[in-house]
């Protein structure tokens, strides 16, 4: 009965998703798998979506891998305070997930997964100073609240240049969505 009910709960949070998108090898063998969970944070305010921006000139969505024995939301509040500062950050429906697969550049025996599942935040009230690490410091993170049309086009102009960041297509991807779900023209669908 626990069993039935659960798997009826999980089915409706999947079909109140906007995409569940798949990129690179769908078939894997002989290889193992690594997988890295990932949450990002989609907080939108007066037209505006809170976005990281990088010293590569493009925008990123807040969030990061899920450590150990974290669920989605305890690991997507601390990495929103991590990225932006933001100390209340309340966490809403799943909007999407966007799964990549592709050869581990650290190990050719193995195959990278990367699931980034996306929710609907509000971050509101004080804000802190940041707490970045390793690369995010090397790359000047700083939050920005920008419009989606300016996030899209500003991703799209580093995309084009030969340094991009890995994420690019990814964010950008789920920008287009948002903004497909802002106007009114998107429904609630799971296709990859």
Request: include cysteine.
């Amino acid at each position: 009965m626990v069993e039935k009910r659960r798997l009826r709960l999980l089915k409706e949070r999947l079909l109140n998703m906007y995409f569940n998108k798949f990129i690179g090898i769908e078939k894997v063998e002989n290889k193992h798998i690594k997988v890295r969970e990932a949450v990002r944070a989609i907080a939108i305010r007066d037209s505006h979506i809170l976005m990281v921006h990088s010293n590569k000139g493009d925008f990123k969505f807040p969030g990061g891998g899920v450590e150990s024995g974290e669920t989605h939301v305890e690991a997507l509040i601390r990495e929103v305070l991590e990225e932006t500062g933001y100390v209340n950050t309340v966490v809403g429906d799943k909007f999407g997930v966007y799964l990549e697969r592709r050869e581990d550049v650290f190990d050719q025996s193995l195959h990278f997964e990367m699931n980034s599942h996306y929710y609907m935040c509000e971050c509101m009230g004080e804000t802190v100073a940041q707490q970045l690490e390793g690369y995010e410091i090397e790359q000047g993170f700083t939050a920005k609240w920008i419009t989606i049309e300016e996030a899209i086009s500003q991703n799209e102009r580093a995309q084009k240049l030969s340094d991009h960041n890995g994420w690019i297509e990814r964010e950008t991807y789920v920008l287009h969505k948002i903004l497909q779900f802002v106007r009114g023209e998107s429904e609630r669908v799971v296709k990859k």
